[in-house]
């Protein structure tokens, strides 16, 4: 499974921002997705998640009621809504699919968009 995000850019705070990750491959051992974040010289963190069908998400304590995941698996994509972005947003954002193999459950990752939030 090959991830591509897109979509990223800068924006000021209190703007928006919409990023999408098209998925390309064996799409159909696709299961659950997610998206993450990277700030300078910080960890990798968990901004939220979405179930194979969408009917699920869970988000970080720190973007809920501003950002909304939503997936279209008839066009084998996900999305990342953004809202009142602050500059804390600031972030390399990542693209992560999680994947059921006769191996078991294997992870693929995008290359990233950056978003630059100013104040």
């Known amino acids: 499974v090959q991830l591509v995000e897109s979509g990223g850019g800068l924006v000021q705070a209190g703007g928006s921002l919409r990023l999408s990750c098209a998925a390309s491959?064996?799409?159909?051992?696709?299961?659950?997705m997610g998206w993450y974040r990277q700030a300078p010289g910080k960890q990798r963190e968990l901004v939220g998640t979405i179930t194979s069908g969408g009917g699920s998400t869970n988000y970080a304590d720190s973007v809920k009621g501003r950002f909304t995941i939503s997936r279209d698996n008839a066009k084998n994509t996900m999305y990342l809504q953004m809202n009142s972005l602050k500059p804390e947003d600031t972030a390399v954002y990542y693209c992560?699919?999680?994947?059921?193999?006769?191996?078991?459950?294997?992870?693929?990752w995008g290359q990233g968009t950056q978003v630059t939030v100013s104040s």
């Open positions: 992560n699919a999680e994947r059921l193999t006769a191996w078991g459950i294997r992870d693929s």
């Open positions: 491959g064996s799409t159909f051992s696709i299961n659950a």
